[in-house]
């Protein structure tokens, strides 16, 4: 079965410090990976998609992510982080099927 | 508004009852998508409607749950014979044909007592 490994649960950074999130997805075959942002109180809101092409992609908010197929990662960047950051980050794969699986999520702390 | 909506927001009921969810999608949406979140995971897909017809079930989706899309636009969700397991975040999603992207609703917490 499909699945996606997000192995930070919570993160706490201080403002202007640089993150990295990491997605590991388990399926073979062609992937459509995304990241997903939900700030306290607000439902889930996409950050970035990538499909084809250019294997890092940027999204909204300063954000990106790099696709690396050999390693099935989809990491998630952000040379410097806002106390606005403060959110739950999502990362999701669609394999086939139009079935989206998630990770279980990793909670972001900013400090000011 | 022309986001995905969800009614009701929270609902709580006793062990037993039925309950039923709303859901509409983004007017032009042609895919429709029910998930459940529980604390601490990730949304786990539950079934999905391209127009009016079901085209998936997952596994999780019990026998006592349901979910129509009668018209291809709004879609239902009940849950019958609620069981405390049964709580949980219940997000709907839509997109269209073609466009791999989905856009939430805010989702029903749904609490068994």
């Known amino acids: 079965a499909q699945s996606v490994s997000q192995h930070n649960h919570h993160v706490i950074l201080s403002e202007a410090a640089s993150l990295e999130l990491g997605c590991n997805y388990s399926y073979g075959g062609t992937v459509n990976l995304f990241w997903y942002v939900q700030y306290p109180g607000q439902h889930l809101q996409l950050l970035l998609k990538?499909?084809?092409?250019?294997?890092l992609v940027k999204g909204i908010k300063g954000f990106e992510a790099e696709f690396i197929k050999s390693k099935f990662s989809f990491n998630l960047r952000k040379p410097s982080v806002q106390w606005s950051d403060t959110a739950e980050y999502f990362c999701a794969v669609n394999a086939h099927f139009n079935k989206f699986y998630f990770g279980s999520g990793t909670k972001l702390n900013v400090k000011p | 508004d022309t986001g995905v909506s969800q009614d009701p927001r929270h609902k709580i009921t006793k062990r037993g009852q039925n309950v039923t969810f709303r859901c509409d999608p983004i007017?032009?949406?042609?895919?429709l998508y029910w998930y459940r979140q529980t604390l601490g995971q990730g949304p786990e897909f539950l079934t999905y409607f391209q127009n009016e017809a079901q085209l998936e079930k997952s596994r999780l989706l019990s026998d006592r749950f349901s979910a129509e899309r009668p018209k291809g636009s709004f879609s239902t969700l009940e849950i019958q014979r609620t069981e405390q397991g049964d709580s949980a975040m219940y997000l709907c999603?839509?997109?269209?044909?073609?466009?791999?992207?989905?856009?939430f609703g805010p989702g029903t917490r749904l609490t068994v007592l």
């Open positions: 999603a839509s997109s269209l044909i073609g466009y791999n992207e989905q856009f």
């Open positions: 007017s032009e949406h042609n895919r």
């Open positions: 990538y499909f084809s092409g250019d294997p």
